[in-house]
């Protein structure tokens, strides 16, 4: 039974500066191409002799796909059920100027007005952690995508409700790899990057 590996992907000066970066396509930092070449062989100790993935799939914004190849993957597809949660109005805001008119607000727990749910975002991952759970009788598959979407599907894969991803951390360009025990699905590591 394969394994799915999670990347996140590199810095971007969105990221960097805590701004919520769903729908709009930021590039890579200097930094982040950095971080996104380290994944490589971080990649490569986590998965020793394996034979190679059967799958990598990539999300459709531009900052995941160049992490993916800096990286050394190759995308057999993009899908976009790894873009990052739709945080509607929220976009491009940091939590400390959502604040401002919503005390005590995380992505978490309220609501991004004109975006998704954490319901919507969760069904989103059980839709592709459903074909991803297809394709690892043949082998490994590798996931490229982005830190809070990330982070509800490694929630839903040990069976946390979509909220459950707060627990859970996915810096940029770290690893994330999820396995199972006879049947029952497991973390095998959490973000993981060489530094």
Known sequence: MGRVFLLRHGETEWSATGRHTGRTDIPLTDRGRELAM???PTLEALRRDDPPPVRVIVSPRSRAQETAKLAGLQADAVDERLAEWDYGDCEGRTTPQIREQVPDWTVWTHPCPNGETAHQVGARADALLADVRALLPEG?????????????????????PPEGGVHIAMDAAAWTVLGDERGVPRLDAVNLRIP
């Open 38 to 40: 380290q994944a490589g």
């Open 140 to 160: 490994d598959v590798v996931l490229v995508g982005h830190g809070h979407f990330s982070r509800v599907l490694t929630a839903r894969w040990i069976g946390l």
